[in-house]
Nanobody, 126 residues
Framework: QVQLVESGGGLVQAGGSLRLSCAASGRAFSTYAMAWFRQAPGKEREAVAG????????YYAESVKGRFTISRDNAKNTVYLQMNSLKPEDTAVYYC???????????????????WGQGTQVTVSS
């Protein structure tokens, strides 16, 4: 069983920055693909960014490209989401998710992830 704990959320003004962290338990973290999803009030959860097991490949939703950066430190069992130039529409609960090794999965498909964190609130004021 893998436990994921997000941190780093908070209240920030539009144009500001936040860095989210997701700490994972267990020894197999370096084999997992990881991703960040978010869910705004009244909306469905959506994929934000993904990263493969080694960190060599990253993926982003169009809405965050050029503003958000996903990264990971396998030595620390941690994945990060650096969020810059934040907008009010980025307000949401942000979740990290872990995907055990498999073939042919798409990073943005929620059902392909095996473990989820409890979420951290990000609020961007205008």
């Amino acid at each position: 069983q893998v436990q994921l704990v997000e941190s780093g959320g908070g209240l920030v003004q539009a144009g500001g920055s936040l860095r989210l962290s997701c700490a994972a338990s267990g020894r197999a973290f370096s084999t997992y693909a990881m991703a960040w999803f978010r869910q705004a009030p009244g909306k469905e959860r959506e994929a934000v960014a993904g990263i493969n097991w080694s960190g060599s490949n990253t993926y982003y939703a169009e809405s965050v490209k050029g503003r958000f950066t996903i990264s990971r430190d396998n030595a620390k069992n941690t994945v990060y989401l650096q969020m810059n130039s934040l907008k009010p529409e980025d307000t949401a609960v942000y979740y990290c998710a872990a995907q055990t090794p498999r073939w042919g999965s798409s990073w943005y498909i929620q059902g392909s992830y095996d473990y989820w964190g409890q979420g951290t609130q990000v609020t961007v004021s205008s």
